[in-house]
């Protein structure tokens, strides 16, 4: 990250959402990214919380997550591609379990692709566990579920 680097996790808004879809896109790639139309009611969905983290003001990472009654479900999670490996998905997946938390989660979940070796790492490290598996949940692969409770 540099020494001279700045880092602000905050809250998604309405005027992060194209900045946060060309991350997804850069992450993703066409047929899996979510659209800026997408984030921009995610923003506003006080069912949902997403966040941002920002590099000396530029977006390098977004994550979000469905709040239900007590669960949390992350539905996005990109980190920048120059910025990965680098502890930032660390510090956002840290800042998401605390908000989702304090909104009164206590079950946490997520899909993620089993080849997806680093992002399962990455859930891993944070003591989220394998506890079902989902065909055909993308379009070209099945999806691990993964689940952590987080009171
Ligand atoms: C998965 C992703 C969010 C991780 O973000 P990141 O900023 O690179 O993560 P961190 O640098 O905080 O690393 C977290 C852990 O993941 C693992 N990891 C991340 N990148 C890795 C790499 N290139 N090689 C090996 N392990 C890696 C490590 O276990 C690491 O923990 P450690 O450094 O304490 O050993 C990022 O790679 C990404 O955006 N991938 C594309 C989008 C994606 O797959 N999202 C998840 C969808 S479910």
């Known amino acids: 990250m540099g020494t001279t680097a700045r880092l602000v996790c905050r809250k998604m808004t309405v005027d992060d959402a194209e900045a946060a879809a060309a991350l997804d896109l850069k992450s993703f790639g066409e047929v899996d990214a979510w659209s800026a139309d997408y984030f921009f009611y995610a923003a506003q969905n006080e069912r949902a919380e997403f966040l941002i983290v920002e590099e000396n003001g530029k977006i390098i990472a977004c994550a979000g997550a469905d709040i ?7 539905v996005s999670f990109a980190v920048d591609p120059d910025k990965r490996n680098q502890g930032v998905g660390t510090k956002l997946l840290a800042a998401l379990i605390e908000a989702v938390k304090k909104r009164g989660a206590t079950v946490f979940i997520l ?3 089993p080849s ?32 952590k409770e987080i009171f």
């Open 68 to 74: 239900f009654t007590d669960a949390a479900e992350i």
């Open 111 to 113: 899909e993620v692709r």
């Open 116 to 147: 997806n070796k680093n992002a399962i790492k990455l859930y891993e490290k944070f003591g989220f566990q394998i506890v079902d598996r989902e065909e055909n949940y993308y379009w070209d692969e099945d999806a691990w579920i993964m689940a």
